[in-house]
């Protein structure tokens, strides 16, 4: 049972083989089929682990809304762990209002990572859905879609199939809204089989889940419960718990000294690099990569047989057309904000060429953000408690250029650490000059950033970064060539 055997060991099992410790347990009872309200089991508790280190619960509740005929979904998520010897955050909690079949009514979702809020609102109403977005304490985004099928909430993805009967073979297609994402996506979902396993007591039907192009597995007990979930690749583990052991490692959170985040993304090298700030070349291959990274002026990848072979010279400037994105306020990137606006126009008052402003941001940020490993929702986030990591660094200097009109895009992928001898996971800018994108890195305050910065995804939104997940803990680095 998981409540015995726990969590940390339940990982430990499953990073061995872990088909062996699921069996098929036979012909499946009758299609189990609830409604909202006669749900056996309509709250739950889990643990959370993530790497093979227990860092957070999760807990679900639903209960008739005030509104006739309709549900609440009640959600809660707290995630503790450290950094480079930062303790981190997470924290989430939402309402969705959904009808009897689990169709999305109204929202109400409140994000906290480390000390930035994000929350957002909204309803289905006549068949579109509008709601707004709110970062650093100002509506920063107001948006409307039009709905041409039922929208669900993602938090209903495990109840779905139990409200359409628990039956192997069954496929399920839904539009579901992804408040973290603030997207409407396509989820698909399927029972694959009926088992038993060592991990958990009974039976149950395990449902794999495809969102936002990652898979998750879920065994679900023919009282709708998931007693177990298996996330990127088995790394993210949750399984039902009490209530009291679920909470009870907040506890000793504080005592926790395990860098779980740097354990899994760390890429070791083989052979440390010397002055990586000064490599203006660097050559490398992924081993047996299924992944390609982009390809410009300035990183050039192809592939070798089974392998991916990359170089990137820091003196080439990439060339691409800018898009409307590249100007555009975002959530994250507030570059409309007044506040920003007016700061932009201080610091680079009297220059002209887009250098000379790159040079005079970076600057500003260099004397007045400091670094620290804070993560932050919003450039807004950053501007308000004058500190952040790479991510907030690079979304405040984005939002400081584009207010001036000068096109900037953030950049996600990795750059070598010196002091871990390896690679690790990095988020900097491009910024047009002419008809060419120079890369700039806020965070170590360079007009051009060095050849170890290896590109994996362009973009700020949280759609945009979910490719970024693939890459972690599955990629290898072998260098050839850096000088």
């Given at each position: 049972m998981i409540l015995r055997l726990g969590l940390a060991a339940l990982l430990v099992l499953l990073s061995g083989c872990a088909s062996q410790y699921f069996r098929d347990a036979g012909i499946p009872p009758t299609a189990a089929h609830y409604t909202l309200a006669d749900l056996p089991s309509p709250e739950h508790w889990t643990g959370i682990v993530f790497n093979g280190t227990k860092v957070g619960f999760s807990h679900s509740r639903v209960s008739r809304a005030a509104e006739p005929g309709h549900y609440d979904i009640e959600g809660e998520a707290v995630m503790r762990f450290r950094f480079l010897g930062f303790e981190k955050s997470v924290q989430m909690r939402t309402l969705d209002v959904v009808d009897a079949q689990g169709a999305?009514?109204?929202?109400?979702?409140?994000?906290?990572?480390?000390?930035?809020?994000?929350?957002?609102?909204?309803?289905?109403?006549?068949?579109?859905?509008?709601?707004?977005?709110?970062?650093?304490?100002?509506?920063?985004?107001?948006?409307?879609?039009t709905l041409g099928e039922p929208l669900y909430p993602a938090s209903a993805l495990a109840l779905l199939p139990v409200l359409r009967g628990l039956r192997v073979g069954s496929r399920f297609d839904w539009l579901v809204f992804n408040g973290e994402a603030q997207s409407l996506d396509r989820a698909s979902q399927q029972i694959e089989s009926y088992e038993t396993s060592d991990l958990f007591s009974g039976a149950a039907f395990r449902v794999s889940t495809e969102l936002l192009g990652l898979s998750s597995t879920t065994w679900i007990d023919a009282k709708g419960r998931p007693v177990l979930e298996l996330g990127l690749n088995g790394v993210v583990v949750s399984a039902l718990e009490e209530e009291a052991v679920a909470k009870g490692y907040l506890a000793s959170a504080a005592l926790n000294k395990d860098e779980v985040i740097l354990d899994w993304s760390l890429i070791k090298a083989v052979l440390p690099l010397a002055d990586a700030r000064q490599a203006r070349y660097l050559?490398?291959?992924?081993?047996?990569?299924?992944?390609?990274?982009?390809?410009d002026l300035r990183q050039q990848c192809r592939r070798e047989a089974a392998d991916v072979l990359c170089e990137i010279d820091a003196t080439r400037l990439g060339a691409s057309e800018p898009s409307d994105a590249d100007l555009r306020p975002t959530i994250t990137v507030q570059a409309?904000?007044?506040?920003?606006?007016?700061?932009?126009?201080?610091i680079t008052a009297e220059k002209k060429p887009v250098t000379e402003k790159i040079d005079a941001v970076l600057?500003?940020?260099?004397?007045?953000?400091?670094?620290?490993?804070i993560d932050a929702f919003s450039a807004l986030d950053v501007l308000d408690?004058?500190?952040?990591?790479?991510q907030g660094h690079t979304y405040l200097y984005a939002a400081l250029m584009?207010?001036?009109?000068?096109?900037?895009?953030?950049?996600?992928?990795?750059?070598?650490a010196q002091d871990y001898r390896g690679f690790l996971y990095h988020t900097w800018a491009e910024t047009l000059d002419g008809g060419s994108w120079i890369a700039v890195d806020p965070t170590f305050n360079q007009t051009r950033a060095d050849a170890t910065h290896i590109a994996l995804a362009r973009g700020e939104s949280p759609a945009e970064l979910v490719p970024l997940v693939d890459w972690v803990g599955r990629t290898r680095i072998e260098v050839l060539e850096a000088r």
């Open positions: 999305l009514a109204r929202f109400d979702h409140r994000y906290v990572l480390d000390q930035s809020e994000r929350r957002a609102k909204g309803e289905v109403r006549d068949g579109v859905l509008r709601y707004e977005v709110a970062t650093a304490g100002r509506t920063a985004e107001q948006k409307e879609e050559r490398f291959v992924l081993p047996r990569s299924e992944r390609m990274p982009p390809s409309g904000d007044p506040m920003i606006r007016a700061l932009a126009l201080t600057a500003w940020l260099e004397q007045n953000i400091r670094k620290e490993p408690t004058r500190r952040g990591e790479c584009r207010s001036l009109g000068v096109p900037t895009r953030v950049v996600n992928g990795l750059v070598y």
